[in-house]
């Protein structure tokens, strides 16, 4: 049996996420945008419902990555402000009116929030592209979108969330209850700040839990400017709270004693971290989105344009900096070299420079440090051996630029093949055998994604089967969702996000059991 992708210009399409972004939808935009007209307006935490300085009056700085400029101050959040955030989502969770309130009325509260972003979808996308670097078209055409559509999804769930009637034995009544878990913590990671955002926010909302968000501290922007438009459509005071901030600010979250779940998308290193403090303090839910080294595999019989834009699309978008980005590049043995060679003329024709041209599509790395261990990692593959076949060195002279880099020749036991390097840096490894392919595959502590390009049914059916991995992409790397489940197997993280399941992560369940007047049951 065989299986067809799409042609390569449907691959390449603007899909419904991560996915799909061509020049083709950019003809009728403007050729530069004008940042001017989009200065950050929100800069102080949000706390029971007041935009506040920190206890401590101390602010960060936050960095445009294309210029290294600074783009604006940012209140620094610490432990003091964990500590009252926390009390005003523990208030409003026991006291206020949000989980009390009809779950129809939280669901439309859900809806004009989405609405109101894409309102406001201009400014959000220029925030999203002067602190994260990524291209405003991709902001303004992929990720507003999507976080929309992710609360108008979970809008639709608020009023669909039921337990079970259970015929037990005996004359008894049996029952169950979802109820929201309580107070959530929960802390997004920097590459993807409107999506996560609203992966962490949406199910929250939905199950009538409270929140208080930690932004990653490289783009605190946009959090904080949807924070201020829920206020503005209404939403309770308390119910959600935003503390930017550093490491300090995280540990603080994950330790609170009254926090009832953690859920985090970061590092695996980070991941360690918050499931230590768990288990330390009060044993709270905790689901971990983490880090990957997924395999994307190109089968001889795939179309070969087809593939390159598969691995392309896999690997380069934002900039690399994806948990689940095709670093793994393995190509059958009888197209290796042809795909190589035409590997290398696809990433040549990238176009990086500033983000705000409608011309660009890839972007500065987030920040000095990243943009730092990635030319480490480049180095290191030259030094064990992989053939560095294009790019592998900054662009420019001003901004985190990496140029898209591809190494051939690559072997498994080689650092850039073992370790997450979220970056513009593609390993392309031969294979021969379906079995040792899949066996190499999960030759990782990773198991966040994977990706198969071919026709063969049998094959693509055998691979998906095999590979221990959360998301299994077959001819269409980064499709996504909010519909479908996200998450990773090993140390790629436990829990899910999206779809239905991610509402599991925010509920309990409670049984009750009542006794029955015997002649009532006859």
Known sequence: RRVHGGSVSKSIKMSILFARVSKRSF?????????????????????????????????????????EEVVTSVAQGGKEDIDLAVKAARNAFENGPWRKMDASERGRLMYKLADAIEANGDELAALECLDNGKPYMVARNVDIPFAAKCYRYYAGWADKIHGKVIPVDGPYM??????????????????????MQSWKWAPAMATGCTSVLKPAEQTPLTALRVAELAMEVGFPEGVLNVVPGFGEAGSALSHHMDVDKVAFTGSTEVGHKIMQASATTNLKRVTLELGGKSPNVIFADADIDEAIAQ????????????????????????????????????????????PFRHDVDHGPQVDKDQFQKILGYIASGKKDGAKLVTGGDRHGEKGFFVQPTVFADVQDHHTIAKEEIFGPVMSILRFKDVDELIKRANATNYGLGAGVVSKDMNKIMRFANGV?????????????????????????????ELGEYGLHNYLETKTVIIKQDPRTTK
């Open 27 to 67: 003809s009728s935009a403007v050729r530069k945008v004008d940042v001017s007209k989009y200065k950050p307006r929100v800069t102080k935490l949000l706390i029971n419902g007041q935009f506040c300085d920190s206890v401590s009056g101390k602010t960060f700085e936050t960095i445009n990555p294309a210029t």
């Open 468 to 496: 221990r991995a959360g998301t299994i992409y077959v001819n269409c790397y980064n499709m996504l969702d909010v519909a479908a489940p996200f998450g990773g197997f090993k140390q790629s993280g436990m829990g899910r």
């Open 311 to 354: 691995s392309q699309l896999g690997l380069y978008f934002n900039m690399g900096q994806c948990c689940i980005a095709g670093s793994r590049v393995f190509v059958e043995d009888k197209i290796y070299d042809e795909f190589v060679h035409k590997s290398v003329e696809a990433s040549e024709k990238r176009k990086l420079g500033d």
């Open 174 to 195: 049996c029952y169950t209850r979802h109820e929201p878990v309580g107070v959530c913590g929960q802390i997004i990671p920097w590459n993807f700040p409107m999506v």
